[in-house]
């Protein structure tokens, strides 16, 4: 796995920290996919978060590493005694732990709670799907060949 280089804090840049193994975090992505050009999408899953990027996650929403964690998750009776070092490496070895997706842009940091929440967060109207006017008349042409439904 590659570490992540430096958080983008570009207002251009559209970035969501998620785990594929969690289902807001899929449904968050999922949401964005029509904005590709501008999204950088990081599953923890498959990509490394350095620990320093997590430290600088959670200052910029005014919180403390363990609060990014979903401790119903975590393989521990009593986390009351664990520090920021004892959580990120919680973060490092287990994605699924990340209790919401993560949406960044320029200044702006978010844990995304609800997957329709990161529409409104990075200010996309409808995930940036083409609209149609509601005159057109829909296309009710076949699409495939040689298929017989029944």
Same mark, same amino acid.
């Given at each position: 796995?590659?570490?992540?280089?430096? @958080?983008? =804090?570009?207002? *251009?840049?559209?970035?969501?920290?998620?785990?594929? %193994?969690? =289902?807001?975090?899929?449904?968050? @992505?999922?949401?964005?996919?029509?904005?590709?050009?501008? #999204?950088?999408?990081?599953?923890?899953?498959?990509?490394?978060?350095?620990?320093?990027?997590?430290?600088?996650?959670? %200052?910029?929403? +005014?919180?403390?590493?363990?609060?990014?964690?979903?401790? =119903?998750?975590?393989?521990?009776?009593?986390?009351? %005694? !664990?520090?920021?070092?004892?959580? /990120?490496?919680? /973060?490092?070895?287990?994605?699924?732990? /990340?209790?919401?997706?993560?949406?960044?842009? +320029?200044?702006?940091? #978010?844990?995304?709670?609800?997957?329709?929440?990161? @529409?409104? !967060? !990075?200010?996309?109207?409808?995930?940036?799907?083409?609209?149609?006017?509601?005159?057109? *008349?829909?296309?009710?042409? *076949?699409?495939? *060949?040689?298929?017989? !439904?029944?």
């Amino acid at each position: 796995m590659d570490d992540m280089g430096v @958080l983008a =804090r570009d207002d *251009k840049q559209f970035t969501l920290i998620y785990s594929s %193994e969690t =289902r807001v975090g899929t449904h968050a @992505l999922s949401y964005l996919q029509g904005i590709e050009d501008k #999204l950088l999408a990081i599953d923890i899953a498959k990509t490394k978060v350095a620990d320093t990027q997590w430290a600088e996650i959670a %200052e910029a929403m +005014g919180c403390k590493i363990g609060d990014l964690v979903d401790k =119903r998750k975590v393989e521990a009776n009593d986390t009351s %005694e !664990f520090d920021s070092n004892d959580w /990120l490496k919680i /973060l490092q070895n287990n994605h699924e732990v /990340l209790s919401h997706p993560i949406a960044i842009n +320029g200044d702006h940091t #978010l844990q995304i709670e609800n997957a329709t929440d990161v @529409l409104e !967060f !990075f200010g996309v109207d409808s995930a940036g799907l083409k609209k149609t006017m509601h005159t057109e *008349k829909p296309n009710i042409e *076949k699409t495939t *060949k040689g298929e017989k !439904f029944k």
